[in-house]
């Protein structure tokens, strides 16, 4: 299982990869899953408290695999 760390390092790698701007503050939040199966998926999103320049990916927290991203520019 990957820990906060890690999921926002993989993040942040995936961001520059794509060419988003990946700002701070960054939010990540564990989901465990509704029947306790798995580890559950990490959700961070970058530029948290404000608008604009937000890149937001989902991540499995057991293997690291990006499941869902996608970006705000303004």
Known sequence: MIDE???????????TAAGWAFVEPVQ???????FGK??????????????GARARFVIDAVDGRILDKGYIPR
Do not use: V
């Open 5 to 15: 760390k890690e999921a926002i390092a993989l993040a942040r790698a995936a961001a």
């Open 28 to 34: 990540a939040r564990l989901r465990k899953p509704w």
């Open 38 to 51: 798995g580890a559950g998926r990490w959700e961070i999103n970058s530029n948290a408290m404000a608008f």
